[in-house]
């Protein structure tokens, strides 16, 4: 028995739920979840759903196509994939290794639902770890000058590794408009901060000096308009005024990893559809 | 425009989600909201759905009709009501008043999806701030010697009231089986610690005395197992050492207040469906 | 028995603690909690000590005037007060009551370590609610034109009833710089962000806007810079797409009231100590 | 420059705040943070505090002397150490590595103030992860005959490494009685349930089955009374009905991880200080 996800979005109208859900049931598609969401102001219906093959009694290809003449009626933006066909990653990581360590550590114990094919960085440091998860390591280092050109390095990687999904593990450097366009949708950033609060550099230091109570990480999708993108997690902890920026930092390690893998996992269980500059998580 | 809430559960089997969005999409309901779930492990099928009747072509009678016939042929437990039918409740309630005044403020400020139809107590000290708000306060003392006779009284009021769901909002009296029993999935009490852990009574105490770093409380549904009845929320709030026995009743308040009114509006949303000893929150 | 309280923060040096400490045992003051602080940035000592008189060998007069002395020496800034000195508070409220009720049911159930003398708003609608406590209740309406006048009545009943504390507990109106100055280190306003994201008007609003997935409540001393005060609490609750304005226009209610509530208890058991534009919370 | 952290804990008395610190400020010793707490009930004195050396008059043996006077005199039990004197720590582990791996890397980030000298596992799953790290792995597989042989080369490996604290990461075996005792207040265990709820064998399973809405993890102190030993931090996550059993062990992977780093920081700053069977943490 083989499972499937199918996800879509389309102008909300009459009849949506009875016209996926009978086509599925006449061709014998077993449903074992399904949430969906209608944004009232926008009207745009959003659906996930899982079903198996248990009982179908037509082939993929013929279900697929089915679908794609429901999907053009609808003016639905979809995917239809098999559960176990997972995405393939490529992390992007700086200096600070804790989220990478923290998405290795849970695809290698099978808690995180993708395949992770290899890792870029602009340091050295983090080859070791890397490899010894068995996962090739790029070093692409970078400068100002030749920026566009590492640039085109890290598409060609993420391109030959057949990725689907680009994670910024804490990498610190400000992609070009241009790779934000070329990734759109494909591309999932941590920000260290409780966004909107301290967008841009050095969010720990500004919280420390507005003396918050609170300090947060957010998982967005990358947008060429710098921590704009949609967001699709946030997870916070609370501070008190001992806590100094350094100590900031330690804490806000787990926030950031926890946060960070928890979007990829609903990304990649098709869970998170855009709704404009939101996102709706199904 | 009216939108009506329909939930229901029932054995999950193929072609569910078919079924019933068919039967709304020929009857021209339109559907503005959907959740459903099915437990992998009993295997039964959950579904909350609101729609509306911008373009239903049959009467609501016609509609409920022929919802029951196919209910009945998917053995299906359900409610359809309009969601400004507001529920009605009874709160009961004895010498501490935080979480009825939590609901008191809430339903006044039209954040409680219900209607608040009177109070029942064992003191008299709530009914200046009862009917303050204008309703009718039941002052029903009870002794080891007269509860048969006071449960008694308590359900006539009830009944008295068309009441529907019955809130024990901190009434620090065990109700009897038989009371329980006649209630079952009508009455939700609001329990001062983290279920399983500190059932019965002076959780605070215990809590103290275990060295715990977090309290909470929990909202269920009443069963003649003492807290034990299915859960349908539950908050937290840290502590360290210096909070004493004294403080934690005071913090308990605020989370307690939450708790139960959290749930009080998911049950009257019609979104907390029972499956066995557990809930689904739709 | 009696106990005091006494706060103070002065420039760090060597021996601070050994200096107020000793005076305390010379004059048999039993110190039974203490709490410090130094800011390693500004180089700032702050200190919080509960004692009692159990064992005291002079009169407490005497002992102020001991202290006072190393204070000045200290160039401390410094409160010392019986415990059961309840700081009076006054309330100012405007159409939504939520905070109100919260304040005013504590208050009544000995949760609030504060004496609550009256209320002010420039609606009428909260009446009732006061004067059933009560209290007395100003009525202070308020136009652009009238709004100086206004404001030097609220400082006339802050005074005429020996006010400490106002608590603006959702008070919708901007107060002058001239009021903000007067009331300096003495007023608390909740806003209904978690500050520093969507200063200003309409936060839930923004919050929706921005497909934010947590929103929250900031407590903080009024400052003529709006928004910008010092912090004393920040509390956070999870949202999710299906969210509303509304809804989190009511989910806001419960995290506005405890993050307010909060710090009035903080503040009133002298456990908030200004440091810049930062608190520490001893 | 160098600081030193020194904790005790005694019977309360007039004047203990004044003796310390006195002594303190006598020898030049600069107190840069204390925290101090006596519980009512026990009538106990616990106090942490960090000094540095910038204008001390004499040497730190002749101060550590003195102190020892003065210790004796109160009847305290204490530890004064250098801060960067960092304890040395041998980890547990069985088959599961995320505790394992989120204190490797955090150590490695320098985030971890403790030297983690070694690893024992009763698994070689481990190994490579552990000998990447440039740290001994010691592989004793254990059967219930080998137990008490195999405990005993446990202490071996952690006498010769010069072990302070036995952390158990995820180690699945329940030590015996005289391990516990040999290592009273040197062992933390993680315990993946929010104690006192779920003691015991899969925790997990029993929280579906009960259908509890939030899950949590305890670390504590290893004492021969299973789960009941002093807790340290608790922390906790929402979940929801469709929550399996298997997400709920990969969503509890951070809770566990966060818990238990949290808690070996804390021990390793000397902030926590026992208090019978609950603890003080300063």
Redesign the interface.
């Known amino acids: 028995m083989r499972s499937y996800i199918l996800s879509f979005s389309c102008p909300d109208r ?6 996926y ?2 086509l ?3 061709a ?1 598609a ?11 102001v926008t009207e745009r219906f959003f659906l996930r759903c899982v079903f198996d093959d248990r ?1 179908l009694n037509v082939t993929m290809d013929t279900l697929s196509q089915r679908w794609q003449a429901v999907a053009d009626e609808l003016n639905a933006t979809w995917v239809l994939r098999a559960s176990d066909d997972l995405p393939r990653i490529v992390l992007a990581v700086s200096a ?3 989220c990478l ?2 998405l290795l ?2 695809w290698r ?1 099978g ?1 995180l639902p993708a395949e992770i094919v290899g890792v870029v960085s602009n340091h050295e440091l983090s080859r ?2 890397v490899e ?1 998860h068995g996962l090739p390591f790029y070093y692409l280092p970078v400068t100002k000058e030749t920026k566009p050109q590492q640039e085109q390095e890290i598409l060609s990687v993420f391109s030959e590794l057949d990725g689907e999904l680009l994670v910024l593990a804490r990498y610190m450097q400000i992609l070009s408009d241009g790779l934000c366009q070329e990734l759109a949708g494909r591309a999932i950033n941590i920000h260290h901060s ?5 967008k841009g550099a050095k969010p720990y230091h500004r919280a420390w ?6 300090i ?1 990480a957010t998982a967005h999708y990358v947008t060429a308009d710098l921590d704009e993108g ?5 997870e ?1 902890r ?1 501070i ?3 806590t ?1 920026v350094e100590r900031m ?2 804490l806000g ?2 926030v950031e ?2 946060a960070l ?1 928890q979007a990829v996992r609903l990304h990649c269980e098709q869970r998170v559809l855009l ?1 404009g ?5 199904l």
């Open positions: 009459l009849g949506v739920v009875a016209r859900s009978s599925l049931a006449d014998g077993f449903i074992t979840e399904v949430s969906n969401y209608t944004d009232p009982a600070q290794d804790h360590s923290a550590t849970k114990a808690a070791g770890l010894w409780f966004l909107p609060g301290f000096e507005r003396g918050v109570k609170v947060g949609p967001i699709i997690t946030q916070v609370p008190d005024h001992e100094t930092i330690h390690q787990d990893a926890n893998s709704n500059q939101r996102t709706v998580i």
